[in-house]
Protein backbone atom coordinates (compact mmCIF):
# COMPACT_ATOMS: atom_id res chain seq x y z
CA UNK A 1 0.00 0.00 0.00
CA UNK A 2 1.48 3.06 -0.63
CA UNK A 3 1.36 6.38 1.00
CA UNK A 4 -0.98 8.40 -0.60
CA UNK A 5 -3.52 5.44 -0.60
CA UNK A 6 -2.54 4.91 3.28
CA UNK A 7 -3.59 8.45 3.85
CA UNK A 8 -6.44 8.69 1.45
CA UNK A 9 -7.93 5.84 3.34
CA UNK A 10 -7.62 7.50 6.43
CA UNK A 11 -9.19 10.50 5.46
CA UNK A 12 -12.07 8.78 3.89
CA UNK A 13 -12.55 7.18 7.55
CA UNK A 14 -12.10 10.35 9.05
CA UNK A 15 -14.52 12.18 7.24
CA UNK A 16 -16.90 9.22 7.55
CA UNK A 17 -16.71 9.16 11.53
CA UNK A 18 -16.99 13.55 11.84
CA UNK A 19 -19.83 13.37 9.01
CA UNK A 20 -22.70 11.97 9.63
CA UNK A 21 -24.10 12.77 6.53
CA UNK A 22 -21.35 10.88 4.62
CA UNK A 23 -21.80 7.82 5.73
CA UNK A 24 -24.53 5.62 4.16
CA UNK A 25 -27.38 4.53 6.22
CA UNK A 26 -27.80 0.66 5.85
CA UNK A 27 -31.54 -0.10 6.77
CA UNK A 28 -31.35 -2.59 9.91
CA UNK A 29 -32.97 -5.69 8.02
CA UNK A 30 -33.21 -6.84 4.17
CA UNK A 31 -35.45 -9.30 2.44
CA UNK A 32 -33.57 -12.76 1.51
CA UNK A 33 -35.56 -15.40 0.29
CA UNK A 34 -39.16 -13.81 0.76
CA UNK A 35 -38.61 -13.21 3.72
CA UNK A 36 -37.31 -10.50 6.47
CA UNK A 37 -33.44 -11.05 8.15
CA UNK A 38 -31.06 -9.07 10.43
CA UNK A 39 -27.97 -8.58 9.29
CA UNK A 40 -26.85 -11.62 10.75
CA UNK A 41 -29.36 -13.77 8.44
CA UNK A 42 -31.44 -14.19 11.53
CA UNK A 43 -35.18 -14.15 10.93
CA UNK A 44 -37.75 -11.16 11.82
CA UNK A 45 -40.86 -11.49 13.50
CA UNK A 46 -43.87 -9.18 14.23
CA UNK A 47 -45.85 -9.74 16.89
CA UNK A 48 -49.92 -9.83 17.03
CA UNK A 49 -50.58 -8.13 20.22
CA UNK A 50 -48.35 -4.51 19.13
CA UNK A 51 -50.54 -1.82 18.22
CA UNK A 52 -50.63 1.61 17.38
CA UNK A 53 -46.59 1.27 16.91
CA UNK A 54 -46.36 0.38 20.31
CA UNK A 55 -44.21 -2.91 21.43
CA UNK A 56 -46.26 -4.70 23.81
CA UNK A 57 -43.43 -7.34 24.86
CA UNK A 58 -41.95 -6.49 27.13
CA UNK A 59 -40.00 -8.24 30.53
CA UNK A 60 -39.54 -11.85 30.01
CA UNK A 61 -41.57 -12.01 26.54
CA UNK A 62 -38.50 -9.14 25.42
CA UNK A 63 -35.48 -12.40 26.57
CA UNK A 64 -37.30 -14.75 24.25
CA UNK A 65 -38.14 -12.29 21.67
CA UNK A 66 -35.61 -10.10 21.63
CA UNK A 67 -36.51 -6.37 20.13
CA UNK A 68 -34.69 -5.16 16.95
CA UNK A 69 -33.00 -2.39 19.11
CA UNK A 70 -32.03 0.81 17.05
CA UNK A 71 -29.22 3.44 17.87
CA UNK A 72 -29.22 6.49 18.78
CA UNK A 73 -30.29 9.24 16.50
CA UNK A 74 -31.72 6.54 14.71
CA UNK A 75 -34.24 8.18 11.94
CA UNK A 76 -37.43 6.98 10.40
CA UNK A 77 -37.24 6.57 6.27
CA UNK A 78 -39.44 4.72 4.02
CA UNK A 79 -41.26 2.20 5.42
CA UNK A 80 -39.17 2.24 8.48
CA UNK A 81 -39.89 3.86 12.08
CA UNK A 82 -38.38 3.88 15.40
CA UNK A 83 -40.42 3.67 18.51
CA UNK A 84 -40.03 3.85 21.93
CA UNK A 85 -40.56 1.17 24.31
CA UNK A 86 -41.34 0.89 28.05
CA UNK A 87 -38.16 0.93 29.00
CA UNK A 88 -36.94 4.40 26.82
CA UNK A 89 -35.00 2.06 24.34
CA UNK A 90 -35.49 2.70 21.18
CA UNK A 91 -36.86 -0.35 18.41
CA UNK A 92 -36.82 -0.28 14.77
CA UNK A 93 -40.74 -1.01 13.38
CA UNK A 94 -41.23 -1.70 9.75
CA UNK A 95 -44.68 -0.59 8.11
CA UNK A 96 -45.97 0.60 11.74
CA UNK A 97 -44.88 -2.89 13.35
CA UNK A 98 -41.97 -3.33 15.88
CA UNK A 99 -39.44 -5.64 15.17
CA UNK A 100 -38.22 -8.67 16.75
CA UNK A 101 -35.82 -11.88 16.61
CA UNK A 102 -36.54 -15.11 18.00
CA UNK A 103 -33.97 -16.74 20.46
CA UNK A 104 -34.83 -20.27 19.86
CA UNK A 105 -33.96 -19.67 16.38
CA UNK A 106 -30.08 -20.66 16.46
CA UNK A 107 -28.72 -20.29 12.70
CA UNK A 108 -29.79 -18.12 10.03
CA UNK A 109 -32.79 -18.94 7.68
CA UNK A 110 -34.04 -20.92 11.16
CA UNK A 111 -37.90 -19.39 11.23
CA UNK A 112 -38.99 -21.57 14.79
CA UNK A 113 -41.10 -18.62 16.15
CA UNK A 114 -43.44 -18.33 12.48
CA UNK A 115 -47.23 -19.71 14.21
CA UNK A 116 -45.90 -19.53 17.43
CA UNK A 117 -48.84 -19.16 19.92
CA UNK A 118 -50.98 -17.82 16.58
CA UNK A 119 -49.30 -14.63 17.25
CA UNK A 120 -45.39 -14.66 16.15
CA UNK A 121 -45.02 -14.19 12.04
CA UNK A 122 -42.17 -13.84 10.44
CA UNK A 123 -42.17 -10.69 7.81
CA UNK A 124 -42.66 -11.90 4.62
CA UNK A 125 -41.57 -9.52 1.37
CA UNK A 126 -45.22 -7.97 -0.25
CA UNK A 127 -46.16 -8.79 -3.67
Known sequence: MTQMTASFKALLMAAALTLP???LAAE???MKDGMMV???GMTVYTFDKDAGGKSMCNGDCAKN???MMAPAGAKAEGKWTVIKRDDGMMQYAYDGKPLYTFMKDEKPGEMKG??????WHVVH???
Not at 114 to 119: L, Q
Open 125 to 127: EHK
Open 65 to 67: WPP
Open 38 to 40: DHK
Open 28 to 30: PAM
Open 114 to 119: DGMKEM
Open 21 to 23: GFA
